[in-house]
């Protein structure tokens, strides 16, 4: 079975400043998709980035960025010049390709960005 | 138009009611999923629909059933609920099922009173 672990329930940054939050995932797949979502007050799911596994890459969204181990199966998400905007829930997402791949969530993160 | 659409957006029953949820949306995705979100918690998948047939149910509760009528539109018809299950319902879609991508709509908030 698939899981996703977020070990960081709580985290606060500095307006400007830059925060890495962690997630890693078990699976025994090896075509897979890993996302991370942000979920604000206003409660939408909004999806600020996504890596494909096959892909050695590190995926990059303007000022959102992540560090893809695949050996050590760890994703962890950059933020780098934090705004008050970026406060919110973030959840680490896994999905398999194919027929039984649906989103995996981890506990989520809930970040705090500071004036 | 790249959003799913879901309402009403808040909805208040008696644990007697029928009630209905619904969610669309006009991307030409092909897997739509029903997550149930309590407070401070991840999602749970519910239901997932592939080509409008019903793929995965997680061991739902009856008193909670899904509906395809047509490729843009997915319903979740409820009765007889409890308070436990209120919650946030998120509706989402995705191209097909475990294909990357999935959008979400903004939830129905249900209180079941």
């Known amino acids: 079975a698939q899981t996703v672990t977020q070990s960081q329930p709580e985290m606060s940054v500095q307006e400007a400043e830059t925060v890495t939050l962690s997630c890693t995932y078990d699976?025994?797949?090896?075509?897979?998709?890993l996302f991370w979502y942000k979920q604000p007050p206003s409660r939408q799911m909004i999806l600020v980035i996504r890596q494909e596994a096959y892909k050695q890459q590190n995926a990059t969204e303007n000022r959102f960025s992540v560090n893809f181990q695949k050996a050590a199966k760890s994703f962890s998400l950059k933020i780098s010049d934090s705004q008050l905007g970026d406060t919110a829930m973030y959840f680490c997402a896994f999905s398999t390709a194919g027929s039984q791949g649906n989103l995996i969530f981890g506990k989520g993160t809930k970040l705090s960005v500071k004036p | 138009d790249t959003e799913v659409t879901q309402t009403p957006k808040h909805l208040v029953m008696g644990m007697t009611n029928k009630k209905s949820l619904k969610c669309e949306q006009h991307m030409g995705h092909r897997a739509m999923y029903w997550y149930k979100q309590k407070a401070k918690k991840p999602p749970e998948l519910m239901f997932v629909?592939?080509?409008?047939?019903?793929?995965i149910n997680e061991s739902v509760p009856s008193r909670f059933s899904p509906e395809c009528p047509n490729s843009s539109l997915l319903n979740l018809h409820l009765h007889a609920l409890q308070p436990e299950d209120s919650a946030l319902y998120l509706c989402a879609s995705s191209l097909a099922i475990g294909f990357s991508g999935y959008t979400f709509g903004s939830g129905t908030r249900l209180t079941v009173v």
């Open positions: 629909y592939s080509y409008e047939k019903l793929s």
């Open positions: 699976t025994s797949e090896s075509n897979y998709y």
